[in-house]
Nanobody
Framework: QVQLEESGGGLVQPGGSLRLSCAASGSIFFIYSMGWYRQAPGKQRELVAVITSGGSTNYADSVKGRFTISRDNAKNTVYLQMNTLKPEDTAVYYC??????????????WGQGTQVSVSS
């Protein structure tokens, strides 16, 4: 089993910043990509940012220049630094990882989600 534990969500004013963290634990042999998705009320879940094990990144157009994804491979942890937050960034943010387990092969794991609310 693989667990993803997110932290760092909360309420922030427009223009503010938040940093999300997601630590993977359990029966992990290797993690390929790690990423962040978000889902706003009434909308589909969408990709925010993803980072490969080698450090290559990809961002949704809506967050380019404002959000930065990074990871610490030694800690199996991914971060999302969110700056210049806007009300439309309000959503539940989910961590995702493409994991090769010690036993059981490769598969996707998801965190439970953390709420980010941007409001004055």
């Amino acid at each position: 089993q693989v667990q993803l534990e997110e932290s760092g969500g909360g309420l922030v004013q427009p223009g503010g910043s938040l940093r999300l963290s997601c630590a993977a634990s359990g029966s992990i042999f290797f993690i390929y990509s790690m990423g962040w998705y978000r889902q706003a009320p009434g909308k589909q879940r969408e990709l925010v940012a993803v980072i490969t094990s080698g450090g290559s990144t990809n961002y949704a157009d809506s967050v380019k220049g404002r959000f930065t994804i990074s990871r610490d491979n030694a800690k199996n942890t991914v971060y999302l630094q969110m700056n210049t937050l806007k009300p439309e960034d309000t959503a539940v943010y989910y961590c995702n990882a493409d994991v090769v387990k010690v036993v059981g092969g490769r598969g996707e794991s998801w965190g439970q989600g953390t709420q980010v609310s941007v409001s004055s």
